[in-house]
């Protein structure tokens, strides 16, 4: 049984940190991208970050570009979303989520597996 589970979220203030983890485990994921994405209230899922699990290869949103770090420790089975200079758009639910290798990163519909997500809340 495949599964993701994050955790790290929390009430931050703007201009804070925080790092999110994933813990992935149920199946090999060396030939998966595993990625962040995010929810806010009334809008549609979009996508943070992502990493490929061998490769090392990153991508990121533009908006996040520079604040947010996604990094992996492959004997943890474990990525992780390093979060800084939080600002108010930030607040969202945060989710982990794995594509096999050559599927489009920022499209959440090629991601097979997704986590439960964990609530980011960046306050003034």
């Known amino acids: 049984q495949v599964q993701l589970v994050e955790s790290g979220g929390g009430l931050v203030q703007a201009g804070g940190s925080l790092r999110l983890s994933c813990a992935a485990s149920?199946?090999?994921?060396?030939?998966?991208?595993l990625a962040w994405f995010r929810q806010a209230p009334g809008k549609e899922r979009e996508f943070v970050a992502g990493i490929g699990w061998s490769g090392g290869s990153r991508n990121y949103a533009s908006s996040v570009l520079g604040r947010f770090t996604m990094s992996r420790e492959n004997a943890k089975n474990t990525v992780y979303l390093q979060m800084n200079s939080l600002k108010l758009e930030d607040t969202a639910v945060y989710y982990c989520?794995?594509?096999?290798?050559?599927?489009?990163?920022?499209?959440?519909?090629?991601?097979?597996?997704w986590g439960q997500g964990t609530q980011v809340t960046v306050s003034s």
């Open positions: 989520a794995a594509a096999p290798l050559g599927s489009t990163w920022s499209r959440s519909s090629e991601y097979d597996y």
């Open positions: 149920g199946r090999s994921f060396s030939t998966y991208v």
